[in-house]
């Protein structure tokens, strides 16, 4: 029996409606939305294309000039996108990567599909599962670009597909764990999905079999450790530097630590860090910082200072400036600007705790569930749609939460809620900045609740003849057979 036998017919049905949105977005969509000239490429593209660099000159960066820079893109996206480059050459590879995200993106419709079956057996469920992610509109708008959304969503879902469907032999860990490697190596924050893997391994074969657990999430973290440290043993071997991950500006000028350290005093009381940043760095005059992050008039004239220092001589505010690095005979200071930043958020932090710990992350929280439009100033009928597509998410969001609640008990769902809860506390604790495209790999693995939910609301109504409530006969709730083990 071949492949496309085995597919549901209503299943291919839903890849042939997702292949035609994402052709549609891809040849006319991604003009519309990004403006022509703009549809494979943004801002963040030409760092992933660097890695010309390493075939042209010997050398993995995207700035030849930046010693941070060969540190600054992690290497699974960049390799990916050179290989294309390879094939294709360079103009070449911004349509064939394109055309390699659409494809890995259908795929992903079909490992939904699996993932939703996989939680109680039932085919519905996994029909709703990728019905939702084919028609899932902030998915479709990154398969053009070269960026790494797309690719890392469909890493995403791949490492939860294998790990929660397939049955929980070693092979199945170590290519769980070399694929949450490789994503680690793409976007750093996919390391969650150890997390993940390691609760829902525990809850399917139950605290009975913990030693079978364990010998799996030891199998699978010793993989994910293989390929990731590939990575800082380059940097090391080859650069005589010890990076894990990457430096703090990510080899671009433009986020120095005078950058970094002012954005992070801001997030500290406020989510909109460029509203304070563009006027620091681009005005001449005083910036209007509300009076009551400060302590005192010391403090605001402090802040003052240290904004008039960056201007003259902290090397961020001059890329900031200019969109270009600042010369090489630039008196530089991002040192002392970055250490009075840091004071001033340690002294907001130690004054107002309640603000800094609670109000601020639940404005950020608030962002993540609620968010209506986008930063530029679009019009027209633009804005409607962009306002609807955002109602559109938030509805689906607390429908996740429903289906969350209503399916609780089951691994899948448990383990998708607890990386996703993990993530967004990350994202509004730690990280305290937020851009919605940081939540597409998760928001696609919590498409499961809310397409579980749609299934028992559309088995309720009795729109198909399959139960509901019990798990189907010849398919395994939450991806294992009774009785099967770790071998």
């Known amino acids: 029996m071949s492949f496309l036998n085995r597919v549901p017919i209503r299943l291919r049905w839903i890849v042939f409606w997702g292949a035609l949105l994402r052709l549609f977005f891809v040849l006319v969509g991604a003009r519309v939305y990004y403006g022509s000239g703009n549809e494979f490429l943004n801002n963040d593209s030409r760092s992933y294309m660097g890695v010309m660099n390493l075939f042209e000159h010997g050398l993995y960066t995207f700035d030849m000039a930046h010693p941070d820079a060969p540190f600054g893109r992690v290497p699974t996206y960049p390799l990916f996108w050179g290989a294309h480059y390879l094939l294709f050459g360079e103009q070449g590879a911004l349509y064939a990567v394109a055309a390699s995200q659409t494809l890995m993106d259908l795929a992903v419709i079909l490992m939904m599909f699996g993932l939703g079956r996989a939680v109680r057996g039932i085919d519905r469920d996994g029909l709703w599962a990728a019905f939702l992610y084919a028609s899932y509109p902030f998915v479709i708008i990154w398969v053009s670009l070269t960026a790494t959304e797309a690719f890392a969503t469909f890493l995403t879902v791949a490492i939860a597909w294998v790990g929660m469907t397939r049955p929980p032999s070693l092979k199945t860990a170590a290519l769980a764990g070399a694929l949450i490697g490789a994503a680690v190596l793409t976007r750093e924050y996919l390391g969650l999905m150890l997390l993940g893997l390691s609760l829902f391994q525990l809850m399917r074969l139950g605290w009975m079999r913990w030693p079978e657990a364990a010998k799996f999430i030891t199998v699978m973290s010793a993989a994910f450790v293989v390929v990731f440290s590939a990575w800082p043993l380059r940097n090391y071997v080859f650069h005589s530097r010890v990076i894990v991950l990457r430096p703090e500006n990510s080899g671009y000028h433009r986020y120095e630590r005078d950058i970094t350290r002012s ?54 505010f001059y890329s900031w400036r200019h969109n270009q690095a600042p010369p090489t005979s630039f008196e530089r200071c991002e040192g002392d600007v970055a250490r009075g930043f840091d004071e001033l958020r340690v002294s907001f932090m130690d004054r107002e705790p309640l603000s800094f710990f609670v109000l601020t992350p639940a404005r950020n929280l608030a962002k993540i569930f609620f968010k209506s439009s986008l930063t530029d100033r679009r019009g027209g009928f633009k804005r409607l749609l962009i306002a609807a597509l955002f109602a559109y998410r938030s509805v689906l969001v607390l429908l996740g939460f429903v289906g969350a609640v209503v399916f609780r008990r089951r691994p899948i769902v448990v383990s998708i809620v607890a990386v996703s809860l993990s993530f967004y506390l990350f994202l509004c604790l730690v990280l305290r900045f937020v851009e919605m495209r940081y939540l597409l790999q998760f928001e696609s693995l919590a498409l499961i609740p809310v397409a579980l939910l749609c299934s028992a609301l559309h088995g309720r109504f009795r729109l198909s003849g399959e139960q509901p409530t019990e798990d189907a006969p010849g398919h395994a709730p939450d991806g294992v057979a009774p009785g099967s083990s770790i071998d």
């Not at 001449?284 to 904004?307: I, N, T, Y």
């Open 263 to 316: 954005r992070a005093w801001i997030n500290s009381w406020d989510i909109h860090a460029d509203t304070y940043l563009d006027p620091m760095t681009k005005g001449d005059g005083e910036v209007p910082f509300p009076d009551e992050v400060f302590a005192d008039a010391s403090e605001r004239a402090k802040a003052q200072e240290l904004v008039a220092l960056g201007r003259r001589c902290g090397a961020g």
